[in-house]
């Protein structure tokens, strides 16, 4: 069992669930993020002041998956993801130790579903 966070674009996430759906992968979380990396941000005027802007909006994925499903799940978000452009996105991967589905009490692999 795999934990896979993603951090994309926010105006990539439509094409990345389209791509996650082709690739039978229907669970995942979406939070809004702040952060910076490559990018570094940009400057702003803002009422006659300068302004840096270093923390720039991206999307985090947290999908949780069997190991047969791990592959298919990260080329889906590179596929959905990626434009060529700096500033595309990360994508990490983490065991998962246990899993457990509170309304059944299924464990391991069958509450990843």
Do not use: W
Request: aromatic share 6%; glycine share 10%.
């Amino acid at each position: 069992m795999k934990l896979i966070i993603a951090y994309i674009k926010p105006e990539q996430l439509g094409d990345v669930k389209e791509e996650l759906v082709k690739s039978e992968v229907f669970r995942l979380s979406v939070t809004n993020a702040l952060g910076c990396g490559r990018q570094k941000g940009y400057s702003e005027n803002y009422r006659g002041s300068r302004r840096e802007v270093n923390l720039l909006k991206k999307v985090r994925l947290e999908i949780a998956v069997n190991d047969e499903f791990l592959q298919r799940t990260i080329d889906a978000i590179i596929r959905g993801a990626k434009t060529d452009h700096i500033g595309d996105g990360k994508i990490f991967v983490m065991n998962i130790e246990q899993c457990i589905r509170v309304r059944t009490g299924e464990t391991g692999s069958e509450a990843i579903g």
